[in-house]
């Protein structure tokens, strides 16, 4: 910490402007006198101290030369939970919110961390400054605050003064720190002059990454792959003129590290590495899985069956097998699977669509697939840059099934791949239509229900394959990556794809993802319900609002078949008056960055986004550029009503 800024970041805090002479004793019975809100108690005060006194730690100044790992055994040695986080706090910048007690007081179990975070549905990052925070506040957040237009450009222009206030981003895009972190010992383990390294889960995956370079950049690259210190993390080792294609199988493919993996393996091996000095918002782990205080009331008055079975499961699953046996069992009942061993999880949803895809390839060895609706960069990567090829056909053409139909009878196809919905427009294609055609043809469908989730749509009736990514909807929090592949056991393909997938598949899925995980979605049925019920209300006013030129969401379908309790809380949106797309954007108070399924509402210019080098080719496919996309969280929808149409007055 800079002795210039010292007391401006303590003073934002509202306690005393303490230095690193203060007295530890001094400083923890000013918090528990002046911000009681925080929860520290004069007894857990004094167990702490004596955990102090024993390893001879007096002043501010002492703890801040303490190392993770002694952080950690003074844990051990009885340091009350708080404790740290709030000399952490103190000593590298943070706050206490305001609303902490109002928080703390709804009813929901919190631990100490929880009271520190920042309650998005409450108060979004979403003004200008707040730029590169990330989202959730978690140094695990898998998005990141882009708050106006022009950062979203200048992101993708590489802009360096956005790239710099970044503190991390979607982390198949850009590399966490943690990570960044952990590429770097590897390089010092490892790297010549002239080389680089990537980490990756496991040594399969390692050798599949030297595949699809020498696939990239010639046979004869150089590369080679060694184990981490026994971590179980293989390193790849390559020239550094071929990071371009590694960071495309990273980013395509979805093996990748979890920063909570790095996290850890920076703390059993570096040493000398503090975790803390990472350029990762606040050193302290905070989590945001403290529901706002009206969905507290809604869950309890609508969801009475949904909560008991919560709250036989109140305890946090430590012991990583049973937490991974209670997430796949919780998407079997969601999602109608017969078996949880019919469900296989991943550490990201791309891990398991490109699972899914390649069983679809061994099964139908150079056959090429069929991409029906507007692809997802990276599924469409999968398809026409390490497989065969693909078909695109755009379900917005009336003709769409026609098509289909004739390129069924004319060759074999490997697979139809769809989202259902589509993203961003929402498309639903009659998929009572589609399935009976291809299991008439001998064809698989693989389905991506991301967007609507399980909870409310019936993919796995009518798909061989549903992929998920469970880092959206499903974990609600935002701050764990994770993804799920579920096959149909009465599916004609099913023995094949399960045969292959058991063959390939290996447990990459690290435990204390799984842990956070199994945590964040137990409310995932009742939040999928209140985020439909929010929903609803903010798209009708929209929809009916003159500002507003065309909004697209999935509620044309209703059949039973397919729609189970709702349409989901994703929409998307264009004004009439293109040119004040921007300052809408700017206006508009919620979150605004990538990702979706947050418990907060969370918004961003899609199509710049997701295909800024193509938009071109993205606009004469239905589409524009200055679509708006939202993601629906757990406010009130009289609260998003008035800011959205806040956002609307405040252009016209």
Same mark, same amino acid.
């Given at each position: 910490?800079e002795?210039?800024g010292? +007391?401006?970041?303590?003073?934002?805090m509202?306690?005393?402007?303490?230095?690193?002479?203060?007295?530890?004793?001094?400083?923890?019975?000013?918090?528990v006198?002046?911000? =009681?809100?925080?929860?520290?108690?004069?007894n857990?005060?004094? %167990?702490?101290?004596?955990?102090?006194?024993?390893?001879?730690?007096?002043?501010?100044?002492?703890a801040e030369?303490?190392?993770?790992r002694?952080?950690?055994e003074?844990?051990?040695?009885?340091?009350?939970p708080?404790?740290e986080?709030?000399?952490?706090?103190?000593?590298? $910048?943070? *706050?206490?919110?305001?609303?902490?007690?109002?928080?703390?007081?709804?009813?929901?179990?919190?631990?100490f961390?929880?009271?520190? #975070?920042? &309650?998005?549905t409450?108060? =979004?990052?979403?003004? /200008?400054?707040?730029?590169?925070?990330?989202?959730?506040?978690?140094?695990?957040?898998? #998005?990141?605050?882009?708050?106006?237009?022009?950062?979203?450009?200048?992101?993708?222009? $590489?802009?360096?003064?956005?790239?710099?206030?970044?503190?991390?981003?979607?982390?198949? !895009?850009?590399?966490?720190p943690?990570?960044?972190?952990?590429f770097?010992?590897?390089?010092?383990? !490892?790297?010549?002059?002239?080389?680089?390294?990537?980490?990756?889960?496991s040594?399969?995956?390692a050798e599949?990454?030297?595949n699809?370079?020498?696939?990239? &950049?010639?046979? &004869?690259?150089?590369?080679?792959?060694?184990e981490?210190?026994?971590t179980?993390?293989?390193a790849?080792? !390559?020239p550094?003129?071929?990071?371009?294609?590694?960071?495309?199988?990273?980013?395509? !493919?979805?093996?990748?590290?979890?920063?909570?993996?790095?996290?850890?393996v920076l703390?059993?091996?570096?040493?000398?590495?503090?975790?803390e000095?990472?350029?990762?918002?606040?050193?302290?782990?905070?989590? %945001?899985?403290?529901?706002?205080?009206?969905?507290?009331?809604?869950?309890?008055?609508? #969801? +009475?069956?949904?909560?008991?079975?919560?709250?036989?499961?109140?305890?946090?699953?430590?012991?990583?097998?049973?937490?991974?046996?209670?997430?796949?069992?919780r998407?079997?009942?969601?999602?109608g699977?017969?078996?949880?061993?019919?469900?296989?999880?991943?550490?990201?949803?791309?891990?398991?669509?490109?699972?899914?895809?390649?069983?679809?390839?061994?099964?139908?060895?150079?056959?090429?697939?069929?991409?029906?609706?507007?692809?997802?960069?990276?599924?469409?990567?999968?398809?026409?840059?390490?497989g065969?090829g693909?078909?695109?056909?755009?379900?917005?053409?009336?003709?769409?099934?026609?098509?289909?139909?004739?390129?069924?009878k +004319?060759?074999?196809?490997?697979?139809?791949?769809? +989202?259902?919905?589509?993203?961003?427009?929402?498309?639903?294609?009659d998929?009572?239509?589609?399935?009976?055609?291809?299991?008439?043809?001998?064809?698989?469908?693989i389905?991506?229900?991301?967007?609507?989730?399980?909870a409310n749509?019936n993919?796995?009736?009518?798909?061989?394959?549903?992929?998920?990514s469970? %880092?959206?909807?499903?974990?609600g929090?935002?701050?764990?990556m994770?993804?799920?592949?579920?096959?149909?056991?009465?599916s004609q393909?099913?023995?094949?794809?399960?045969? *292959?997938?058991?063959?390939?598949?290996?447990?990459?899925?690290?435990?204390?993802?799984?842990? /956070?995980?199994?945590?964040?979605s137990?409310s995932?049925?009742?939040r999928?319900?209140?985020?439909?019920? %929010?929903?609803?209300?903010?798209?009708?006013?929209?929809r /009916?609002?003159?500002?507003?030129e065309?909004?697209w969401?999935?509620?044309?379908?209703?059949d039973?078949?397919?729609?189970?309790? @709702?349409?989901g809380?994703?929409?998307?949106?264009?004004?009439?008056?293109k040119?004040?797309?921007?300052?809408?954007?700017?206006?508009?108070r919620?979150?605004?960055?990538p #990702?979706? $399924?947050?418990?907060?509402?969370?918004?961003c210019?899609?199509?710049?986004?997701?295909?800024?080098?193509?938009?071109?080719? /993205?606009?004469?496919? @239905?589409?524009?550029?200055?679509?708006?996309?939202?993601?629906?969280?757990?406010?009130?929808?009289?609260?998003?009503?008035?800011?959205?149409?806040?956002?609307?007055?405040?252009?016209?």
């Amino acid at each position: 910490m800079e002795e210039n800024g010292e +007391e401006e970041k303590l003073g934002a805090m509202g306690l005393p402007k303490f230095d690193r002479n203060s007295c530890l004793e001094t400083i923890l019975k000013a918090v528990v006198e002046q911000r =009681p809100d925080i929860g520290l108690t004069m007894n857990g005060v004094a %167990t702490s101290l004596e955990a102090f006194e024993k390893n001879g730690l007096e002043t501010l100044g002492d703890a801040e030369k303490l190392s993770e790992r002694q952080w950690e055994e003074l844990d051990d040695e009885g340091l009350m939970p708080g404790t740290e986080t709030v000399l952490k706090t103190i000593l590298y $910048g943070g *706050f206490f919110p305001e609303y902490a007690t109002e928080v703390a007081s709804n009813g929901e179990p919190l631990d100490f961390k929880a009271r520190l #975070s920042r &309650n998005l549905t409450i108060d =979004p990052f979403w003004e /200008a400054d707040e730029i590169g925070e990330p989202l959730p506040s978690s140094p695990h957040a898998c #998005s990141v605050s882009m708050p106006c237009w022009e950062h979203i450009v200048g992101y993708e222009e $590489g802009d360096p003064a956005v790239w710099d206030a970044l503190a991390l981003g979607y982390p198949r !895009f850009v590399v966490h720190p943690y990570i960044a972190r952990l590429f770097r010992s590897c390089e010092r383990e !490892f790297a010549k002059y002239g080389e680089s390294c990537f980490a990756f889960p496991s040594k399969k995956v390692a050798e599949r990454a030297c595949n699809y370079i020498r696939h990239k &950049n010639g046979e &004869n690259t150089p590369l080679r792959i060694h184990e981490y210190k026994e971590t179980g993390i293989w390193a790849v080792i !390559f020239p550094s003129g071929a990071r371009d294609a590694v960071l495309k199988f990273w980013q395509h !493919f979805g093996f990748v590290i979890s920063s909570r993996w790095a996290e850890d393996v920076l703390k059993q091996h570096c040493c000398e590495d503090r975790i803390e000095e990472f350029p990762v918002v606040k050193p302290c782990d905070v989590r %945001t899985h403290t529901l706002p205080e009206s969905f507290q009331r809604w869950y309890t008055e609508s #969801s +009475e069956e949904a909560c008991e079975k919560v709250s036989k499961r109140q305890g946090v699953l430590e012991c990583p097998d049973q937490a991974k046996t209670v997430l796949k069992t919780r998407l079997a009942e969601a999602s109608g699977a017969k078996s949880i061993d019919d469900v296989f999880l991943y550490p990201s949803g791309m891990a398991a669509i490109s699972s899914g895809l390649l069983a679809a390839q061994a099964t139908f060895p150079s056959c090429k697939s069929i991409q029906l609706g507007f692809p997802y960069l990276d599924v469409f990567k999968i398809q026409t840059v390490w497989g065969p090829g693909a078909h695109f056909i755009s379900d917005m053409n009336p003709d769409w099934l026609d098509q289909v139909t004739n390129l069924v009878k +004319e060759q074999q196809i490997s697979s139809v791949v769809l +989202e259902y919905p589509g993203n961003p427009l929402l498309q639903v294609p009659d998929i009572l239509a589609l399935s009976a055609l291809l299991q008439e043809h001998g064809v698989p469908l693989i389905v991506d229900d991301t967007i609507g989730s399980c909870a409310n749509f019936n993919m796995l009736e009518h798909a061989d394959v549903v992929v998920t990514s469970l %880092t959206k909807w499903f974990c609600g929090t935002g701050d764990v990556m994770a993804g799920s592949m579920i096959l149909k056991r009465n599916s004609q393909f099913f023995e094949r794809f399960k045969k *292959f997938t058991e063959s390939e598949f290996e447990d990459n899925f690290y435990h204390k993802d799984a842990v /956070a995980l199994e945590m964040n979605s137990r409310s995932f049925i009742p939040r999928m319900e209140k985020v439909n019920e %929010t929903t609803k209300p903010l798209v009708e006013f929209l929809r /009916a609002h003159p500002s507003i030129e065309k909004l697209w969401y999935p509620d044309s379908v209703n059949d039973q078949s397919v729609v189970k309790r @709702g349409h989901g809380g994703l929409f998307s949106f264009i004004l009439k008056d293109k040119e004040k797309s921007m300052d809408f954007y700017r206006n508009l108070r919620v979150c605004k960055g990538p #990702s979706l $399924g947050t418990n907060f509402t969370i918004a961003c210019p899609y199509t710049l986004l997701a295909h800024y080098d193509e938009l071109d080719w /993205a606009e004469g496919l @239905g589409i524009p550029s200055h679509l708006i996309r939202v993601s629906t969280g757990l406010e009130e929808p009289d609260d998003l009503i008035q800011r959205f149409g806040y956002a609307l007055d405040s252009v016209e």
